[in-house]
């Protein structure tokens, strides 16, 4: 074996969490090298140039789960990155009116102008969410224990146990109920209003290709409630420059502590010997490693970079039946001018903050059972859910003077189309009825825009290594959830051959520009190393 360098450890991929696990092994003295496929870091999180002068993030577009323990070991601030809040966190128009989100109590004045009864039960339902959600910040920046494993596991189970016992009663229940009903069955509980339960169900079908009524589908309500942003708690911001500014922030954070990064260098195959990771083979050559994490989708470890002959069948099985798939149609547009929407504020400083907002066309949670029952039928929605951003009223570096960029983040559209159709014949039509759909809000918007980037479920995959085109590296269910992420055995971010980690969003606590997966594994790898595991 030529073995052209060595390092303690090398990690697959520069996304944002393969930055982080790197940053943190190499705060700890590890001699740590990060192999990139594509030209830049990133991953998912990165800004492009998508027509000339106009640039916007390409997948990920919005900051809130973005852990401020990163954020602050990293000092992701003094290497660039300054995140803003949106003025308005959302806004939900529909035929007759529209329903607003937002701090200072702005969301509570707004369901009340619906809906007086809703109002009172929007404290309940608040309160409820807040409680399961505060329970489960506990688990996000530690390891799950795993199945099968050993002294450790055990200890790691036991305070997980006792974190839950501490849990009231009420709160008990509103766990389970949070982690096994449909969000429409929880929004249809607390709330009567359409619009109001729209605004929330939302974040329900967010990634997730279900109907708002599929049992399990309320997690997701819980997940895009996680974050804060500019220290604000569940608050929604913008990375001045896009999400790459974070990545680029990220990149610096690495190399000021030793992180060696390589990109256009993509990965072919991981060296096993006798059970063992010894390192990676790339096309320059062999490098050695103690460790090798990867931040890669879990399919593309297990069934592209190992030979299957490493894995036990039983494993190789249940990759093969892991879930991606999270029917994501992505799209930036660049606009001659701001949009107007007919259904909107027109009097104070809402008239003119309500487009700094996550703007929801998705009115009704039958509306969005209905777009996921088309979409299952015929490959793509009727009627999809969209929601657009408009970052360039919070952000001038994204568009000339006078000029705006906006994101459009479509769901319900099949990565496998039926009757043998193709995203690369249907991408423009998809793309041309969003935009007309959207045009049905904003009368006129289709004539602003001067310039438009796609990405497909198979665009998502194959520009960014998310198969399926799932952008949470894997649907969120409580099947593919805390120890059972990827593989029930394989869950604390320690791949079933030894010296082999993950540290991506295939990991527990699951997708989002979080940073949680890459931190938790490097705390795994250190913390193995000193118990001498492996």
């Known amino acids: 074996m030529n073995t052209k360098q060595n390092y303690d450890a090398v990690i697959i991929g520069a996304g944002h969490n393969g930055l982080v696990c790197a940053y943190y092994l190499a705060r700890k003295g590890y001699k740590t090298i990060v192999l990139e496929r594509c030209n830049v870091v990133g991953g998912a999180a990165i800004t492009e140039e998508f027509h000339p002068g106009f640039r916007n993030s390409v997948a990920s577009y919005t900051v809130s789960l973005l852990q401020p323990k990163v954020i602050a070991d990293m000092q992701l601030e003094r290497h660039g990155l300054e995140v803003v809040l949106r003025k308005i966190d959302n806004f939900l128009p529909s035929d007759t009116g529209y329903l607003l989100a937002g701090g200072n109590g702005l969301t509570l004045r707004e369901i009340a102008r619906h809906s007086e009864r809703d109002a009172k039960r929007y404290v309940e339902y608040q309160a409820a969410l807040d409680s399961v959600v505060d329970c489960l910040r506990e688990f996000l920046l530690v390891a799950p224990p795993n199945a099968g494993g050993g002294l450790q596991d055990v200890l790691t189970l036991l305070k997980s146990a006792k974190i839950a016992h501490r849990l009231s009663l009420t709160t008990q229940r509103d766990l389970l109920a949070f982690f096994t009903k449909s969000a429409g069955e929880i929004l249809d509980y607390y709330f009567e209003n359409e619009r109001v339960k729209a605004l929330f169900g939302f974040d329900g079908v967010v990634g997730n290709f279900a109907s708002p009524y599929e049992p399990g589908s309320a997690y997701v309500l819980l997940h895009h409630v996680f974050g804060e942003a500019a220290g604000v708690r569940e608050a929604w911001g913008h990375a001045i420059g896009g999400m790459g500014s974070i990545t680029q922030a990220m990149r610096k954070a690495c190399e000021e502590a030793g992180v060696v990064i390589r990109t256009e260098c993509p990965v072919d195959s991981i060296q096993i010997e006798d059970g063992v990771a010894r390192g990676v083979n790339t096309a320059d050559g062999f490098i050695g490693a103690k460790i090798v994490a990867s931040s890669v989708h879990p399919k593309i470890l297990f069934e592209r970079l190992i030979d299957k002959q490493h894995l036990d069948q039983d494993f190789v099985s249940r990759i093969d039946q892991y879930q991606s798939h999270s029917a994501t149609f992505r799209m930036n547009v660049a606009l001659k001018e701001l949009p107007q929407f007919t259904q909107a504020p027109t009097q104070g400083q809402e008239a003119v903050d309500y487009l700094t907002s996550g703007i929801i066309m998705a009115p009704s949670l039958a509306y969005m059972h209905d777009a996921w029952l088309t979409a299952n039928e015929s490959g793509w929605s009727q009627k999809p859910i969209v929601e657009m951003l408009i970052p360039s009223t919070l952000d001038s570096t994204l568009a000339p003077t006078g000029q705006h960029v906006a994101s459009l983040f479509c769901q319900q559209f099949k990565f496998d189309l039926p009757e ?7 991408r423009e039509s998809a793309a041309d009825h969003i935009i007309d759909m959207v045009d049905g809000y904003a009368p006129g918007f289709k004539s602003l825009i001067v310039g ?33 992420r990827p593989v029930l055995g394989a869950g604390a971010y320690r791949a079933p051959l030894k010296n082999l980690y993950m540290c991506g969003s295939g990991t527990h606590p699951g997708g989002g520009v979080t940073g949680a997966p890459g931190h938790n594994a490097a705390n795994q790898i250190i913390r193995d190393r000193r118990w001498r595991f492996f």
Do not use: Y
């Open 420 to 426: 043998g159709r193709s995203w690369e014949s249907e």
């Open 452 to 484: 438009r980037q796609l990405l497909s479920p198979l665009d998502l995959e194959q520009k960014l290594g998310l198969i399926g085109g799932d952008i949470f590296h894997g649907r969120m269910s409580l099947d593919q959830l805390f120890s059972a």
